[in-house]
DNA sequence: GATGAATGAGGATTCATTCAT
DNA sequence: AATGAATGAATCCTCATTCAT
């Protein structure tokens, strides 16, 4: 087996050949990391799927850890931010958790690879994650709590039961994403696709109004 | 980096050196697939683990492949059966949802390692599960599809949205194994611990109910 | 690839079962040794080909050097007997070329192996049949050119040029089953069925008698 | 043995330091694929007998197939061509089997180690040299026939035995090299000096004549 | 007489990285 | 900015051999 029986990765599309190679290189690199993880992604293929040689690639990253960082940066930053906007807004103007579904999932659209990365993370305890977050996530999960806690309907949740919930959306977002290669595989389905995506979005935003809601109210369609 | 920022892995537990040499060579490699993936775990530290030399694997498993496979086999077999049977069941005897959390929690909780392995295989696109799956996991799926369509209370999410509820439950009881590594990193809590687990445990119960559950009723503590 | 892209030698055929076991490793051996030389063959396929596991080799032979010690003498030590006989017997008795030719054959169809492995031998310069053959082989060459020079017709090439009369019938004996292999893969015919080893035997016959005929004669049918 | 009993192959001349070394691993390839075949010969004692590491070599080579196929195509390429130029040469110009074996010697003498590599293929079946021969040796080999065939006094041996006398010859030419490392051990003497060679290229010129003369014709010397 | 288990040595190949060009 | 060549370290795996059972 000369090598990779993974997934060929056409070798960079003519019609991007302009763009900036650094740019190129991340994107290359994001979706093995998604496909791979760290460990399991090799220069080489990222190299071929940019369509140069792999020492080139020491032109723009000092290594492969500094690569995969920036490949983290970029995606894990606008999110943070969003998360950040969000939580930050004013009471008044505080979206619903239904729209907090929407835009959460409409910028993670623009990035799939990235939650497929984060769980790669995840599974390994985050080594490289943990720099990254522990400037950012800490204040953002305190106040994403704080905004939960603040959010009519939860009292019947339990203070302490809050994090649960987090995490709970968490889960159902990420894992959306993360599941998406096998469930095509498996049922020939793409979970990608911009109208599979606007179902889970809407069945999302239900399923935390059922959370929040006063009691008795329907989920809506 | 020269080796292993994995963790070290103590050289194999003196007192379980009687055990049965494969048995304890499918403990390790599971513990470490789980790790780091199919690719990302080195037969030099299941070896390691076991404490033997990596030649020695080939004693009992014809390749990694046939490991990986071993190990698949041993733990999802038991999370299949048990569904199976919760299927199967007959409708007057069918546990209601809140059950149904806690015995596949508590079977999960037995094998944390299955649930991690299971999401890298599916991050990948699930090429070593797919074998193993199809000839089960159809029949299973189709029916717990149909037992949650049997079950009171789901018709207000509409039929089509019945595999939804399956999705989302999924990664509610998987997610929670996926990210303990990370969570214990980041909060320094370990979500598999009994007492955390419970909780956990209860929290799914409440939402499976409150999904269900005629409207208007509270989420019980 | 688990093993063996080598003939896949059926394991032991059940009618050979009762017979000495020491006798059935050299027979596979031989065929082993003659398709991939002593450093390709492997004696786990030797092990396969007879229906025991490697370390059961070893209660016939001390070592992969003394099994094939074994092979070569059990295979080459009748050869050199008839060869001895051929070359001792009184000059009134002394078979012609073709008599020679005929009985060599003969011999050789009995153990097609055998040239094979001289030939991967002699490839290698002999390591392994140099002590075999420092004892027997010195004398028998030299009553084998005795034998030549004192053939009536041989005068024509000239005292020196024996040797290679002997070398040459060597090449056209040995190398015919050597190629037999290759022969049957590009040409699809096999150059050891009986009728094709007749016949190779019949124009050896007829070569030698014309190197040796009086001038003049035509090579018979 | 701890290893290489093999030549210790002295690990890079230095005055060819500056040749190209691809060309450089070609001929350690070559001689060492000659004395052990595919599967015998390592890729280390290639790589040190160039004076590189031996990863370097898949910078040159994708593997050791790949190599392998390289040497081949390298020495087989320019034999065929001369067997084609022979054979394709219009009747009148056409070369006696006296200048035949000249040329064809004289060529081998260039690439000693080329036949015995052939023979090793032979041996196992030629599994790497049927793809090169079956687009080339097809067509020589006709034409070969065709040429002999035509050849003034193969009247007497039979339109069907002309392939044995192709076969003869070609044992007697390829034979040569191959027992020369064993012969050297055996006897002393080397075969592939360019006295031995000349002498052995007459002795053959003279069984071609022979074989094709008129009878009663004296093999001259 | 056979074997399961273990192992040191080695064998092909991959990988991240360096460096001169 | 790109690359050909080189390499130490590691990866999966094979092999001949040993030994207790």
Known sequence: MPRSPRAPRPPAPPERRGEHTRERILDVAEALFADHGFEGAALRDVAGGVGIRTPSLYNHFASKEALYAAVLERGVEPVLALLSELVQAPVAERPDSRAVAQRVMAMLAQRPNLPRLVVHEALAGGPHLRPLLQKVVGPVLVRAQQAVQATPGVERWGAERVPFLVL??????????????????????????????????????????????????????
């Open 168 to 221: 709970a959306a968490y889960h159902m977002v990420v894992g959306h994403f993360a599941i998406a290669p096998f469930y095509r595989e498996l049922a020939g389905q793409d979970l990608l696709e911009p109208e599979a995506l606007a179902r889970w979005t809407r069945f999302l935003g239900d399923v935390f109004d059922l959370w929040f809601s006063a009691p008795g109210a329907p989920p809506p369609k």
